[in-house]
């Protein structure tokens, strides 16, 4: 399994953009399909992004967040513009290959108005 670390967390203003990056170890890296999700108080998890064959968005992201990896980097990342304070949660990185999972241990994300 490949070891997820999420960095790019913080404070920024409705409006404002962020990148967050997610720092995986392990040669297997390129095979996983990456994802982020994110959990606000009170919330369930929820899905953000996905990147494998395919990308693929939850509909409240669509259009102001983008998905990328760097398999030679081992990084995948999440551009996140025109953010709004419903965005506010812990934001996860997450890897699947078959019946591997990986988790990151998230990184806090704060949309101000």
């Known amino acids: 399994q490949v070891q997820l670390v999420e960095s790019g967390g913080g404070l920024v203003q409705a409006g404002g953009s962020l990148r967050l990056s997610c720092a995986a170890s392990?040669?297997?890296?390129?095979?996983?399909?990456m994802g982020w999700f994110r959990q606000a108080p009170g919330k369930e998890r929820e899905f953000v992004a996905a990147?494998?064959?395919?990308?693929t968005y939850a509909d409240s992201v669509k259009g102001r967040f983008t998905i990328s990896r760097d398999n030679a980097g081992k990084t995948v990342y999440l551009q996140m513009n025109s953010l709004k304070p419903e965005d506010t949660a812990v934001y996860y990185c997450?890897?699947?290959?078959?019946?591997?999972?990986?988790w990151g241990q998230g990184t806090q994300v704060t949309v101000s108005s």
């Open positions: 392990g040669r297997t890296f390129s095979s996983y399909a």
């Open positions: 990147i494998g064959d395919t990308t």
């Open positions: 997450n890897g699947r290959l078959g019946p591997q999972e990986s």
